[in-house]
């Protein structure tokens, strides 16, 4: 299975005729012959039970194989990932080793904050989780090592401090409840002046918190925490995409 090369030339077209903030980041404008709302619609619907056969995965995979010449980057990036999903497993490793979705950055894919990919509506940041997923599986099987820039370069897990604060926020995700801000921000508080994995997840654990009073100075605080949690993953790896 082929995936949208780096090099593809609608990637050129992109870099050399438009900037980023000039394209519909929804892709509902684009008369380029694919239905993207469409595909985005089956994509969040497909994660919602990714257990589900879809007959109609077929047809993205279809088209992910076709690289479609289209300013849609962001839906071309998840037809990229879900072409990753498909693969087997002594592919994917390769795949990721080899390709800009394993050693580019998240930024460097998609030139947008966090905020603004999320606010895109397209499920890229859900289909990186089900890769990640993916991967621990492959190599737990004996399938494939996991890839030397996949390590936990960032965990620092020889600490209690991270590993109580870790086994604070599986439970609360287990469990589809929110961390107290009290506890993320006192992890914050003691935590070493250095980047981790911790200290991101704290910020987007205060995302989250924060999101849940509905006005507008917590949504502009949610914003600024999702950018701290971001700053974290792109200081800890350069050059590498850590959503995997």
Not at 40 to 69: I, N, V
Not at 106 to 122: C, F, K, V
């Amino acid at each position: 299975m082929m995936l949208l090369p780096p090099s593809s030339a609608s990637a050129e077209r992109l870099e050399v005729e438009k900037h980023y903030t000039e394209l519909d980041l929804g892709c509902e404008s684009y008369s380029d012959g694919v239905d993207w709302p469409a595909i985005r619609d089956e994509l969040r619907a497909f994660l919602r039970d990714p257990s589900t056969t879809r007959a109609s995965l077929d047809d993205l995979l279809k088209l992910a194989r076709q690289h479609p010449a289209s300013d849609c980057y962001i839906g071309l990036c998840c037809l990229a990932y879900l072409s990753i999903l498909a693969m087997a497993p002594e592919n994917t490793a390769s795949a990721l080793e080899k390709t800009s979705f394993g050693s580019a950055s998240m930024r460097e894919q998609i030139p947008l904050a966090y905020w603004d990919t999320i606010a895109s509506g397209w499920p890229i940041f859900g289909l990186l989780e089900l890769l990640a997923v993916k991967l621990d599986d492959d190599a737990k099987s004996g399938y494939v090592p996991r890839p030397d820039f996949l390590d936990h370069c960032c965990d620092y897990l020889d600490s209690e401090r991270e590993t109580a604060y870790q086994g604070m926020v599986q439970a609360h995700v287990e469990a589809d409840t929110v961390v107290p801000a009290s506890a993320s921000l006192r992890y914050l508080a003691e935590a070493p002046a250095r980047c981790s994995w911790g200290k991101a997840t704290a910020y987007f654990a205060l995302t989250e918190r924060l999101l849940v009073a509905p006005t507008a100075r917590a949504r502009q605080a949610a914003k600024d925490m999702m950018a701290l949690g971001e700053a974290q993953l792109e200081l800890c790896a350069r050059g590498r995409n850590v959503s995997v």
